[in-house]
């Protein structure tokens, strides 16, 4: 059985041969990108990964630390069941209680942080991936540059035929008025 993103490579790959086919035909210059293993690959990729790791650090460590405190307290809690006072087991109780409910909040600030940078940097690394790739296109003399994941990325003016299907359109649209 063929999966998804698999039965997608082989279609893109179908339709590029037909393409190419066509393109060698006419002239026109095809290229296909991956920016899947771009944001893999890509030094600046790999710099914002490490950048994003190093800035959450800290607050990694902190929770761990606060993880940590909590479990001691439970143990401290289990050991002294049957020799602790009520108050004194009580106030642990309560202690252990606060402190979960700060570390879950703790964790799920810290969730949504780092979601949220990453989202950010994913972005920022997204438009400039597509900077360099039509900067690319143009450099190299493509005319069509198609990725696996956002279709068409480039296309010179040599195969754009917005114009002509409008003309097309217009001509249509007068012919039944």
Avoid: H
């Amino acid at each position: 059985m063929i999966s998804r993103g698999n039965a997608w490579r082989c279609l893109v790959a179908v339709a590029l041969m037909t393409v190419t086919g066509l393109a060698d035909a006419q002239g026109i210059k095809v290229g296909v990108v991956s920016f899947g293993r771009l944001l893999d690959e890509a030094p600046q990729a790999v710099a914002s990964q490490r950048a994003l790791q190093e800035e959450f650090a800290p607050r990694q460590r902190d929770l761990r630390a606060r993880d940590e405190e909590l479990k001691n307290l439970a143990q401290r809690l289990s050991e002294g069941e049957g020799f602790m006072g009520e108050e004194e087991r009580r106030t642990l109780e309560r202690e252990a209680r606060d402190t979960q409910r700060e570390l879950d909040r703790s964790k799920s600030e810290f969730a949504e942080d780092l979601s949220l940078r990453r989202n950010e940097e994913l972005g920022r690394l997204q438009r400039m991936m597509v900077t360099e790739v039509q900067a690319f296109a143009q450099n190299e003399s493509y005319d069509v540059i198609i990725s696996e994941a956002a279709g068409v990325v480039y296309a010179s003016n040599a195969v754009d035929i917005t114009e002509r299907i409008l003309e097309t359109m217009r001509a249509k649209s007068t012919a039944g008025n």
